[in-house]
């Protein structure tokens, strides 16, 4: 589990708010966005997670003040483990929370200020509008660190100040600091920076006291003087949140009233959606029996979640010291007796060619079962062909396949339910079957998300134990390369890659009403992409499409505006582009003519100094030893390419960086192109260096 502070691991969180952030940071099909959204739902999380980002162990170059890039810096697996920390200490911990309708009240005024401070930040221009949510969020912090931390004095103190002002002048005798400037400390501390640590601490002070001050003060302030009303009816507004409104912004009652307004019905749907009862809300009474069965069923379902992730933990060791099939069978068989009550399961396994599925039946050296992997012969194949759980129930007409009818009678149920196993590369590898009972089957409709995941880890299991099938050839690598260790890279690899793309998803939809912007984060995508095929060629260099015409031009466009963006700007160097008219379409993989161009534009940029020039040019097909190819021509001005490259024929060798045209860049240059079936030539001498492309056409060009 992962522990950033005593402080932070004390904050309790509302058990509606915890479920709803383990839900969303399922990786079976977790969203960032979704999960953001969660985690800005809740102080105590949002705490622990901006903590966290800013501790030694996760720190990189500069504070994260954001929930998104805390997320961003700290990953899926992290930001599960500490929500499910959160909860375990929640629900077994030491404190658990007893004043569970003051936590409500603490959730719903954060919630207020936060959506609060967000608008007034939108209304009166000010550039990060996310930092006002953020200090709204935590303007109770130190309440939740002080109550959670010394609860038999503090409570006194909250039960006994008729108003928050009362309250610090209560605090600071006893504890001669404020909740709020404990907030405050503990967030600087973080690395929060000065503003929203000072937007907390001021978040009671009177709007005078506050009128020239940063403008973050001054928004958190204001929004939490528009807070909930302790007493007052769901939309009241004082008298002092309208004077300071005023006072601060200018604003008049008729705007303010409005804001509030809206605001209290975007918090009364966000709890709604939560199950959060606030009691004084349209139509909900405050019923203290219904608020009571509603946390009941909060915590019910927050233990539920808490106790599936410990035994999918669980059997994770356990399949980890599996070393053989039948080890990981007997391994999730009493893994799904003991937390799903299923006395009866089954594992079909994929052969190594990949052409049938097998089962066995306790220590059989024989498979009991083989079918082979077509469509239509049984529930278990299609189940895996079609990579989707099926529920099959007995039935008395005998139209369904014999084997499938076996099947129930070697498990003794009157439903068998299957589920695909997939590693986490994507492969297909058996098929888990239950067999149950009706009203079991029924009563565990609510946990298949729970049996997904557990067939996830027991395929991920099975796939390191079973062996490869048949792959092409693997590519010629350095000593001590193996295998394992490319597929290890590519799985480690793959998951920066996927969290840029998200960012990248969450980047394009705040910036929807931008086209530029909207434009370069795709051609970033698309080199993402490209990277992650290029990676998949370690495992397979068989893989990409080969068959698929390009065009030229557009390519060499694509290209070009990638370069323009990164390497010559920062270079300050100039990109002459001249293309032919009509655009030649060549018979070359896509990537791979991209990859020959990026290498060949960055060599020359390594070769050249800063304000030179590099030239690209297409011409239309011409007649070379009897085929139709293209010219693509790349031409800088710098010093000239090394005598010892030239006299190593695109061979790698010892890179030069700064004698430009060296390492390993011109001899991919030169596989690609002999994969693709083009000519290079290059010239080179003092005043620069041209390559050029003989590229094959398609037939029809």
């Known amino acids: 589990m992962v522990r950033v502070s005593a402080s932070t691991e004390s904050v309790p969180s509302l058990p509606q708010t915890l479920v709803a952030i383990l839900d969303a940071s399922d990786p079976a099909d977790a969203d960032f966005a979704a999960l953001g959204h969660a985690i800005l739902q809740d102080g105590g999380m949002a705490t622990r997670l901006v903590a966290a980002a800013n501790s030694p162990a996760f720190y990189r170059s500069s504070p994260c003040r954001t929930v998104d890039r805390a997320l961003l810096t700290l990953g899926l697996d992290t930001v599960r483990d500490l ?59 130190g309440r939740l660190i002080r109550l959670s931390e010394d609860e038999g004095h503090y409570w006194p103190l909250l039960q006994g100040a008729g108003d928050d002002h009362e309250l610090l002048e209560l605090e600071r005798a006893h504890y001669d600091r404020s909740h709020a400037e404990l907030a405050a400390d503990h967030l600087e501390s973080w690395g929060l920076g000065t503003w929203i640590a000072d937007a907390v601490r001021y978040h009671l002070a009177p709007a005078e006291q ?75 009474g405050g019923d203290e029996h ?76 024989a498979p009991e079962f083989t079918l082979p992997l077509l469509p239509g012969r049984s529930l278990v194949t ?9 529920r099959h129930e007995r039935t008395a007409d ?23 196993l997939v590693d986490a590369n994507e492969e297909p590898v058996g098929v888990l079957i239950l067999g149950l009972e009706r009203n079991q089957a029924d009563a565990l409709e609510a946990r298949s998300g729970f049996i997904r995941a557990l067939s996830r880890e027991i395929a991920r299991a099975l796939s390191a134990i079973q062996p490869e099938p048949p792959r092409a050839p693997a590519p010629a690598t350095e000593p001590g390369v193996s295998g394992e260790m490319i597929r290890e890279t590519l799985h480690e690899a ?31 995508r698309e080199e993402i992409d490209r990277v992650g095929r290029i990676l998949m060629r370690l495992r397979d260099p068989e893989s990409g499409d080969r068959s698929t015409p390009t065009d030229l031009n557009a390519t060499v466009q694509r290209v070009a505006q990638v370069f323009e963006g990164s390497l010559g700007e920062a270079h300050d160097i100039r990109l002459q582009l001249e293309l032919a008219p009509e655009s030649p379409v060549v018979d070359v993989p896509p990537d791979h003519l991209r ?22 040019r297409t011409m239309v097909p011409n007649g070379l030893e009897g085929r139709r190819t293209a010219l693509l021509s790349i031409e800088d001005d710098g010093p000239g390419i090394p005598a010892e490259v030239l006299d190593a024929g695109f061979e790698p060798v010892p890179s030069t960086k700064g004698g430009g045209h060296a390492g390993v860049g011109l001899s991919i240059v030169k596989r690609l192109a002999d994969e693709a079936g083009a000519r290079i030539e290059v010239q080179s001498n003092e005043q620069g260096t041209r390559f050029e492309l003989w590229l094959p056409c398609t037939p029809d060009t």
């Open 83 to 141: 929500a499910l920390t959160a909860a375990i200490q929640q629900l077994f911990g030491q404190y658990r929370p007893r004043h569970r309708e003051y936590l409500r009240e603490i959730w719903r005024r954060a919630l207020t200020t936060a959506h609060m401070g967000q608008v007034l930040a939108t209304l009166t221009r000010y550039p990060r509008p996310e930092e006002a949510y953020l200090a709204g969020l935590l303007v109770d912090l």
């Open 210 to 284: 506050v009128r020239d001050a940063h403008q973050l003060v001054k928004l958190v302030n204001l929004a939490s003087a528009l807070g909930p009303v302790p007493g007052g009816s769901e939309s009241s507004v004082t008298d002092a949140a309208l004077v300071a409104a005023h006072t601060l912004f200018d604003l008049n009652e008729g705007l303010t009233r409005e804001l509030r307004g809206r605001i209290d019905k975007d918090v009364a749907r966000i709890a709604g959606s939560l199950g959060i009862e606030l009691g004084d809300g349209p139509g909900l």
């Open 290 to 365: 219904t608020e009571d069965s509603l946390e009941r069923r909060a915590e019910a379902a927050l233990g539920e979640r808490v106790r599936d992730l410990t035994e999918i933990d669980r059997l994770n060791g356990v399949l980890a010291r599996s070393d053989s099939v039948q080890a990981c069978s007997d391994a999730v068989r009493r893994s799904l007796f003991l937390t799903l009550g299923v006395e009866q399961s089954l594992l079909f396994l994929r052969d190594a060619g990949g052409a049938s599925l097998s089962a066995w039946m306790e220590d059989d050296e």
């Open 382 to 390: 299609d189940t895996l062909l079609d990579r989707e759980s099926r």
């Open 398 to 420: 005998g139209v369904i396949p014999v084997v499938d009818q076996q099947l129930f009678r070697v498990c003794g149920s009157e439903v068998l339910w299957a589920f695909p």
């Open 494 to 524: 793959g998951t920066p890659l996927s969290i840029i793309q998200n960012y990248l998803g969450a980047l394009r939809m705040k910036l929807s009403e931008d086209p530029e912007a909207q434009h370069e984060l795709g051609l970033i």
């Open 595 to 616: 990859q020959i161009l990026t290498n060949l534009l960055t060599n020359a940029v390594e070769a050249i100094e800063s304000g030179g020039r590099i030239g690209v």
